[in-house]
């Protein structure tokens, strides 16, 4: 099964978002385990910097981010994913439907996300955390 993970899940992780983190790590655990695939896209990685600045040092934040790819990989983003974003007006914001172009790439099983708002027009299955995990049990 392969999952892409969105940011947001991902700092409930890093950062020890309550009352989140809990199942963050529960399915972190299932792709070091190796029984999820897991993915996030490559600009995913920029913000997951960006953001965990305000907490942790320069080099725990590239110690940190390292970590997360020895059991994460990453898809990448190209001038045809970036197109196919923008030209889709039925999403807001244009990062969560750039998250989708991607997780499409790979024929991703769920996007994981605790925002689902957001996703509304998704092609791909998006999911939240407790969702996914009562799915799995």
Do not use: W
């Amino acid at each position: 099964m392969k999952i892409l993970i969105d940011t947001n899940i991902l700092l409930d992780f890093i950062i020890g978002r309550e009352p989140f983190y809990e199942n963050a790590d529960k399915i972190l655990s299932l792709c070091v385990n190796k029984k999820a695939e897991g993915y996030l896209a490559a600009h995913s990685v920029t913000n997951l910097y960006y953001i965990i600045r305000k907490y942790f040092q320069n080099n725990e934040c590239r110690e940190i981010i390292k970590n997360l790819l020895d059991f994460l990989d990453v898809i990448e983003i190209d001038k045809n994913k970036i197109l196919e974003s923008l030209n889709d007006n039925t999403f807001k914001d244009f990062e969560d439907r750039l998250q989708v172009e991607c997780a499409k790439s790979l024929n991703i099983d769920y996007l994981i996300t605790r925002d689902l708002k957001d996703y509304t027009n998704s092609k791909i299955e998006c999911v939240a955390p407790e969702d996914f995990l009562n799915r799995l049990a």
